[in-house]
């Protein structure tokens, strides 16, 4: 049984993507959930991948995967602009969908992925992990208490040296870019302070740097926002960084804390919160933020339990990083064809 006592989610996996064993398979096997098969386009890739990670099955087709039975829940995480066309698929087929983040190409297929969702009556949630870990919710307290007063301002920065010239996620045509791929998280958790800003963001203006040899496909972007209170908020992402760097403040009339790795708070657990009284450091713990999203999207299919994340969250998302990319003089994620 799972890690409630309810009954364990039946998990089928979208492709061998290296992510899955960190974001999947480990809190799987720490919270009693089942990941009953895997699927690859090549099934030998199936085959290694179930055999190296105590997947049950695997199998040589997504289809193959998704007419499965036993499969109640997909996780979809593959090239970025593979995410739309297999999530739709996934709910057409009756699936509870975890997807990784961004939830598809752009707006209007996000749009797409939220009327299946609605048809179907699945779950269906973009797997922004890092809002259930203790150091996010711990922002968001400070906040909500008045400790840091009015928040004014807000900046997150997410960056990783630079992925191999092969990768997918430098390909217009599978939706790359490191707003895709990194700046999400930022734009999202910016996103999130909605409740102490007076309502949603807005763009207000973006600049970005395209990846040399790969016309539209930003290298970097930082986007600067506006919220209704007159707060104001950056999103900056690189993905050609010297280091990695994950890091949010959040400034407010009487105080600020930063959170060094907000991402990953399982590498980096600390809060640093200063305010006239001093500065102190919270540790809120390493457990993998990804085995907390898993705790949440079970109890959601297993309860019927409250989750922050749904489909209209997801489009709200893809919106504000359209506008992002059209602020910054470049084009939305097209559609993928592969």
């Not at 996996?13 to 919270?31: F, K, M, N, Q």
């Not at 997150?156 to 939706?175: F, Q």
């Not at 102490?196 to 290298?219: C, H, K, N, Q």
Request: with cysteine; net charge negative.
């Amino acid at each position: 049984m799972s890690e409630s006592g309810r009954e364990p989610l039946r998990i089928g996996v979208l492709g061998a993507a290296r992510i899955t064993e960190r974001s999947l398979v480990v809190p799987a096997r720490t919270t009693g959930h089942r990941l009953v098969a895997v699927a690859a386009r090549d099934r030998s890739r199936a085959e290694a991948f179930a055999a190296a990670h105590g997947v049950e099955r695997a199998l040589g087709s997504y289809a193959e995967l998704l007419a499965d039975p036993e499969v109640d829940v997909v996780y979809n995480p593959l090239a970025n602009g593979l995410h739309g066309p297999w999530n739709l698929a996934a709910l057409a087929a009756g699936k509870h969908v975890l997807s990784e983040k961004p939830s598809a190409s752009n707006a209007a297929e996000a749009e797409e992925v939220r009327e299946a969702a609605a048809r179907s009556g699945a779950v269906f949630m973009e797997a922004f992990h890092y809002l259930f870990h203790p150091v996010t919710r711990r922002l968001h307290e400070l906040l909500a208490s008045g400790e840091l007063g009015e928040l004014r301002h807000a900046q997150a920065m997410v960056a990783i040296p630079a992925p191999e010239a092969a990768d997918p996620r430098w390909s217009l045509a599978l939706a790359g870019g490191a707003l895709m791929d990194l700046g999400c998280y930022g734009v999202h958790a910016l996103r999130m302070l909605a409740p102490w800003a007076g309502g949603a963001p807005r763009v207000l203006s973006a600049r970005a740097g395209e990846r040399a040899g790969a016309p539209g496909v930003d290298e970097w972007l930082d986007a600067g926002l506006g919220f209704p209170s007159g707060a104001t908020g950056s999103a900056r992402c690189h993905m050609a960084y010297d280091r990695l760097e994950m890091s949010m403040r959040v400034v407010g009339s009487r105080g600020e804390a930063t959170a060094p790795n907000f991402v990953l708070p399982q590498q980096d657990d600390r809060v640093i919160v200063r305010t006239p009284d001093g500065e102190r450091t919270e540790h809120l713990g390493t457990r993998s933020s990804y085995a907390y999203q898993l705790e949440a999207f079970a109890a959601r299919v297993r309860a019927d339990a409250p989750l922050p994340l749904d489909a209209d969250d997801a489009v709200t998302t893809m919106r504000l990083i359209d506008s992002c990319y059209e602020s910054a003089g470049l084009p939305p994620r097209p559609r993928s064809t592969a």
